[in-house]
């Protein structure tokens, strides 16, 4: 039975705490190094799909960006993006590098 305490708090402003599925996927023909799919398997559980062919910065900056999309879904592409560059820069500034497996 699906629980509704999650899309409940939605509803009233509360940020979903529900995963985001990320998959990584050579993006070429979709112009794009990452992409956001708000509430792709239902219940407030989003996907992320990233261009694994990024270098440790951009991919950061990619990840960020999409997952403000996804925790957000009504911000505007403006204020993702420069969250995302504050956000971005402060955790690299911190010394945080991506480890390729
Ligand atoms: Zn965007």
């Known amino acids: 039975m ?8 939605q509803k009233h402003g509360k940020l979903s705490r529900k995963r ?3 998959h990584e996927r050579k993006l070429g023909k979709e112009k794009a190094v990452g992409l956001a799919y708000y509430d792709f398997y239902g219940g407030g559980k989003s996907l992320i799909e990233i261009d694994p062919r990024q270098g440790s910065k951009d991919y950061l900056d990619t990840l960020i960006h999409e997952a403000l999309h ?3 879904p009504d911000m505007s592409e403006t204020e993702v993006h420069k969250t995302t560059g504050r956000l971005a820069r402060l955790i690299w500034r911190q010394g945080y590098r991506r480890i390729q497996e």
């Open 2 to 9: 699906a629980r509704s305490k999650s899309s409940n708090d």
């Open 70 to 72: 996804t925790i957000y």
């Open 20 to 22: 985001i599925t990320v």
